[in-house]
């Protein structure tokens, strides 16, 4: 309906990471003019890393809700997975207690990596921030218990021109709440700002 108008990026989480390498992977070819991620988790390892130690936060709120989102999709395709030609252990995937489990038996093996540590080093996309060429925006919170700030490549973001940083104190992930009595997430505004600044 509108060929000519210019198509932007906004990406979370995983969905950030995916985006990060798409735009690093085709550079100058990508076709959005413009991306922003919010809470990017560059280096997977990382973050699986941080997602599998034993903790308050990941023993009692992440893994479990995590874990029983992933057990609910399992069940309801048993009969594509025995189906599968790659022998997956149901009884094992149903046992398992972290994401990187899952990633074990199910992700890796279905992409030909010897573990899930293997799969998220080939998943990350913190070697492809050089390469972006696009105007690309990331922010990411230095209390993010889910993306830690080691992952983050600050300084590939600060020799790319094309590439901005927001590295902020607090947010955890994809938080970036503000106000006590009415809360509000605030990254809305800088992430309409800056494509606004990418048009002006």
């Not at 003019?33 to 599998?52: H, K, N, Q, Y």
């Not at 997956?88 to 046992?95: G, K, L, N």
């Not at 993306?147 to 020799?159: D, I, L, S």
Request: proline share 6%; glycine share 6%; with cysteine.
């Amino acid at each position: 309906r509108y060929p000519q108008a210019a198509l932007v990026a906004v990406g979370f989480s995983l969905g950030a990471n995916l985006l990060t390498r798409y735009l690093g992977e085709l550079g100058d070819q990508a076709l959005v003019r413009a991306a922003v991620a919010v809470s990017c988790p560059f280096d997977t390892e990382i973050a699986g890393r941080a997602l599998s130690a034993p903790g308050l936060l990941n023993d009692h709120l992440f893994q479990p809700n995590l874990m029983a989102t992933v057990k609910r999709v399992v069940t309801r395709n048993l009969d594509v997975i025995r189906a599968s030609p790659i022998n997956y252990d149901v009884d094992a995937i149903m046992r398992a207690t972290r994401m990187s489990e899952i990633d074990d038996l199910v992700t890796a093996r279905a992409y030909g990596h010897k573990d899930c540590w293997a799969y998220y080093r080939a998943a990350s996309s913190v070697e492809f921030v050089d390469r972006i060429r696009k105007p690309f925006l990331a922010i990411n919170a230095r209390d993010d218990p889910v993306t830690p700030v080691q992952g983050v490549p600050q300084e590939r973001f600060a020799r790319n021109p094309a590439t901005a940083l927001a590295l902020v104190r607090h947010g955890g992930h994809i938080g970036f709440f503000t106000g006590v009595v009415r809360p509000r997430i605030w990254y809305l505004d800088p992430v309409a700002e800056y494509f606004d600044a990418v048009f002006a």
